[in-house]
């Protein structure tokens, strides 16, 4: 009753033209959170479909503040986005990927790719490429160490900045990839517009695939589609061994979810994950 309540509150709140109270709440403290150590990333094994190595790792905003406790990403990350905040948070999450890339340089298995989620208002930018290579360069990393991944949202505006952005990353040697493939509103025309490297399927696919055939046939469908265009293909959301096994056998080359990790702090990763 108290949830029907707030929910309630807050469709009047929207209606009335204003801004939640939550999301009152959340623009102020978000005001803070940089200077104030209150972000991490975490990072989630990326592996390889056949021999389940590692190959690169996504990394995940976490924030926790001293008045409103953890906060997930998908509840501060829009507020952040509608406000303008997301500029230096995202660069804030450059850096600090760049700085974890390098540190990874001295691994004994060798380096790491780190993959970063990028918001629209972020990608276009016109400091976004600056932003990029002045965290390469301060933290000491190599370019090929970052791929940056955006989701469908930021192939339907400003299109031909999206398409230069995505070049020069390329030209400099960092990788891209499409995040939440299937779930947006791009039609399939956008993807030969925009060269990206990886497609990642939406795990609403995914967790169908064992279950029923029209799943099966659409995720068959998307990795066929997404070779003929030269892209390499990660799943997302990959949480049974009977999963997994389909997507290898359906030529999916890399494999993400909770079967084989969690997102974790970068002390906790570990060398060649493998499913248990
Ligand atoms: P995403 O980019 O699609 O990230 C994958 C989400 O799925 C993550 O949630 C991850 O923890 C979760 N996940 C991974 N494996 C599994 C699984 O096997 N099963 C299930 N049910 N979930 C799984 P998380 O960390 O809460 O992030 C939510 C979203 O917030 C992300 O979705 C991304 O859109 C956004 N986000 C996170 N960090 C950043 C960031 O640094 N910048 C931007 N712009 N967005 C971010
Ligand atoms: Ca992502
Ligand atoms: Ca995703
Ligand atoms: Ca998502």
């Not at 790491?112 to 972020?122: M, P």
Request: glycine letters at 6%; hydrophobic letters at 45%; proline letters at 4%.
């Amino acid at each position: 009753a108290k949830d029907r309540g707030r929910n309630r509150h807050e469709f009047f709140d929207e209606q009335m033209g204003a801004k939640s109270r939550d999301a009152l709440l959340i623009e102020e403290a978000l005001q803070q959170a940089i200077a104030n150590n209150e972000f991490q990333l975490v990072y989630q094994p990326i592996v390889d479909a056949r021999s389940r190595r590692l190959v690169k790792v996504e990394a995940l905003l976490r924030w926790r503040t001293p008045t409103l406790g953890f906060v997930g990403p998908d509840r501060f990350i829009p507020i952040a986005e509608d406000n303008g905040q997301i500029i230096s948070i995202g660069t804030w999450v450059v850096q600090e990927a760049a700085r974890q890339a390098r540190a990874w340089h001295s691994r004994p298995e060798g380096p790491i790719r780190i993959a970063v989620n990028v918001s629209a208002a972020q990608l276009v930018d016109p400091d976004f490429i600056d932003v990029v290579d002045r965290a390469i360069a301060d933290a000491g990393a190599a370019p090929t160490e970052l791929e940056i991944e955006m989701t469908e949202r930021v192939l339907i505006n400003e299109a031909d900045t999206v398409v230069r952005v995505i070049d020069t990353l390329h030209e400099k040697g960092l990788s891209t990839s499409l995040d939440d493939f299937g779930t947006g509103y791009s039609s399939l025309s956008y993807l030969t517009r925009f060269h990206l490297r990886t497609l990642k399927i939406d795990r609403a696919f995914v967790n169908g695939i064992d279950q029923d055939e029209r799943s099966l046939a659409l995720v068959r469908a998307i990795i066929a589609m997404g070779h003929s265009l030269g892209m390499s293909i990660v799943a997302e959301g990959v949480e049974t061994e009977n999963q997994a096994g389909i997507l290898a056998e359906l030529g999916c080359e890399y494999l993400q979810g909770y079967l084989f990790s969690p997102p974790v702090p970068a002390e906790k990763l570990i060398p060649n994950v493998s499913a248990a």
